[in-house]
T-cell receptor, first 119, second 112 residues
Framework: AQKITQTQPGMFVQEKEAVTLDCTYD???????LFWYKQPSSGEMIFLIY??????QNATEGRYSLNFQKARKSANLVISASQLGDSAMYFC????????????????FGQGTILTVHP | DSGVTQTPKHLITATGQRVTLRCSPR?????VYWYQQSLDQGLQFLIQ???????AKGNILERFSAQQFPDLHSELNLSSLELGDSALYFC???????????FGQGTRLTVV
C-alpha cells in the first residue's frame, strides 16, 4: 500500500518569497512517480510537476521545483517568487508500479496543504 | 483548461435518488479515473478504466458503478444516495498508465 503524508495543514508566505511544501511518502513498490497538484478555491485540480523514482535530477517546471530525496522518502515542492495567485490547496500524490514495472495508474493523495500568499 | 470535461458541474438531489455523472477525457487519453473529494475523507480513488476495461477499484461503494464506453467517455452512476455521498467527484484522464493525469473541473454533488 502507498501512503502520502503532508504535515503542514497551512502555510503562509510573503509575495515574491520562496516557500517549501513538505511531502513524505511510504511505499514498498519498486518504482513510483510523485506528483503535485494545485487546487484553487474554484475547485479544479491543476497538475504542476512530476518526479519519477528513477529520475537522476530533480524536476523543475517554471517556478516549481521538486526537492526529491529518495533515501528520506520525501518529495517537497518548492515555489519560487510566490504570487498572489499561488494561494490554493496543494496536494502531493504518488503512483506506484509493480515489480514488473507496470504502473497501477491510480494516484494516492495526501491531505493537502493550504498555502496563503500575503501581499 | 485541462481538456477533461465533466457534466454537470453542480447537482442537487434528494436522498434515495440516483444520478449519473459524465466525463469526456482528453482527446487520445485511454485511461479514465474517478475520485471522490470530501471534507472528512480527502481525495479518494474510486475506480479506473483503461480502453474500455475496468482496471482497478478503490474505495467504491456497491451503490456506485461506472463504465467506459467505446468512444472512451465514462459515466459514474451513484444510486440510493445518502447525505454522506455529498462530495466533489473528479474525473481524470491520462494517455497511459504512467503519464500524468489531468483532472476535470469536478461535479459537486449535494444530497439533501
Amino acid at each position: 500500500a502507498q501512503k502520502i503524508t503532508q504535515t503542514q495543514p497551512g502555510m503562509f508566505v510573503q509575495e515574491k518569497e520562496a516557500v517549501t511544501l513538505d511531502c513524505t511518502y511510504d511505499t514498498s513498490d519498486p518504482s513510483y512517480g510523485l506528483f503535485w497538484y494545485k487546487q484553487p478555491s474554484s475547485g479544479e485540480m491543476i497538475f504542476l510537476i512530476y518526479q519519477g523514482s528513477y529520475d537522476q535530477q530533480n524536476a523543475t517546471e517554471g517556478r516549481y521545483s521538486l526537492n526529491f530525496q529518495k533515501a528520506r522518502k520525501s518529495a517537497n515542492l518548492v515555489i519560487s517568487a510566490s504570487q498572489l495567485g499561488d494561494s490554493a490547496m496543494y496536494f502531493c500524490a504518488m503512483r506506484a508500479s509493480n515489480a514488473g514495472g507496470t504502473s497501477y495508474g491510480k494516484l494516492t493523495f495526501g491531505q493537502g496543504t493550504i498555502l496563503t500568499v500575503h501581499p | 483548461d485541462s481538456g477533461v470535461t465533466q457534466t454537470p458541474k453542480h447537482l442537487i438531489t434528494a436522498t434515495g435518488q440516483r444520478v449519473t455523472l459524465r466525463c469526456s477525457p482528453r482527446s487520445g487519453d485511454l485511461s479514465v479515473y474517478w475520485y471522490q473529494q470530501s471534507l472528512d475523507q480527502g481525495l479518494q480513488f474510486l475506480i479506473q478504466y483503461y480502453n474500455g476495461e475496468e482496471r482497478a477499484k478503490g474505495n467504491i461503494l456497491e451503490r456506485f458503478s461506472a463504465q467506459q464506453f467505446p468512444d472512451l467517455h465514462s459515466e459514474l452512476n451513484l444510486s440510493s444516495l445518502e447525505l454522506g455521498d455529498s462530495a466533489l467527484y473528479f474525473c481524470a484522464s491520462s494517455t497511459s498508465l504512467d503519464t500524468e493525469a489531468f483532472f476535470g473541473q469536478g461535479t459537486r454533488l449535494t444530497v439533501v
